[in-house]
């Protein structure tokens, strides 16, 4: 994905750090990884969207443009 960025440190953590906790889905979601456990199948991650940047505040995604590209199984 292309993602404009709304502040240099997000662009700094998406694109630099080595593991990082935040990341865009195949779909363009912005997400965030809150926690991990482990799970007789390996280690198992906790992701949370983000709306709003967390370094300067800036309004991201909502929760209607998430819900029209959030893939569901089931």
């Known amino acids: 994905m292309d993602r404009k ?3 240099s440190t997000l662009r700094e953590v998406m694109t630099e750090l ?4 935040f990341f865009e889905t195949d ?7 809150v926690g991990t ?3 007789e199948d390996g280690l198992g991650y ?7 940047c967390p370094f ?10 998430i ?5 569901h199984n089931g």
């Open 56 to 65: 300067c505040g800036t309004g991201l995604q909502t929760d209607k443009s």
């Open 67 to 71: 819900a029209g590209k959030v893939k």
């Open 27 to 33: 779909d363009g979601t912005l997400m965030m990884t």
């Open 5 to 7: 960025f709304c502040c």
């Open 37 to 39: 456990v482990e799970t």
């Open 46 to 52: 906790f992701d949370q969207a983000v709306m709003f």
């Open 18 to 21: 080595p593991s990082p906790s």
